[in-house]
């Protein structure tokens, strides 16, 4: 059978290597196939959370978008470089700060994923990203299931970040005592 290839939202066919995530809500994005073990394992426990008056699940995921980051011409967003999806993106708009359950945020570092909300500056607390510059990390699908399975990584340098990306006022660093479990 002849290959058909993946839609994004904008109707546009999606890059080879691209895997979709799901939620237990039936949320969906697309992220680069090496990186799905990773979104997927933080997803899953997600969804085990419990909804509370400030969190009531996943409603919405955002993932790859083949962009430069908003406001930045030129500077590749993570969203189609290393990987980053959106989290509840309506109810957590870049640059606010709504109360982003400090639990989802903490599963989020759990999988050596970055989260926008411990940036210094240019908060985007609905964002997750495995690229250094935004204090996320590249896992393996092995260093996944050790997570997954309540085991520690021997390796704790996911919290040493990269340099800024943007530079100047709007860079997106982490703050250091933000460091991942893992």
């Known amino acids: 059978s ?7 939202a904008s109707g ?17 994005a697309w992220v680069r196939s090496d990186a799905a073990p990773q979104f997927q394992a933080a997803i899953d426990e997600i969804d085990k959370l419990p909804h509370t008056d400030t969190w009531k699940g996943i ?36 640059g606010s700060r709504n109360g982003f359950p400090p639990e989802v945020a903490q599963v989020l570092r759990k ?3 970055g ?3 411990d940036w ?4 985007d607390e609905m964002h997750a990203s ?20 309540g085991g520690a990584l021997k390796d704790k340098s996911s919290y040493l970040l990269a340099p800024p990306i943007l530079g100047g ?13 893992i």
């Open 115 to 117: 989260w926008g909300g």
């Open 130 to 149: 495995r690229r250094a510059r935004e204090g996320g990390r590249m896992l393996t699908p092995d260093e996944v299931e050790i997570i997954k399975r």
């Open 59 to 94: 409603k919405t995921l955002g993932g790859y978008s083949d962009r430069s980051v908003r406001g930045h011409p030129g500077v590749r967003s993570s969203h189609g470089e290393e990987g980053a999806i959106d989290i509840n993106e309506n109810d957590y708009p870049a």
């Open 12 to 28: 546009m066919p999606m890059p080879s290597g691209m895997t979709q995530i799901r939620s237990a809500s039936g949320a969906t």
């Open 111 to 113: 999988y050596g994923l």
């Open 120 to 123: 210094t500056t240019s908060v």
């Open 2 to 8: 002849a290959y058909t290839p993946a839609i994004d």
């Open 169 to 181: 006022s709007t860079s997106r660093t982490a703050s250091l005592n933000q460091k991942t479990d």
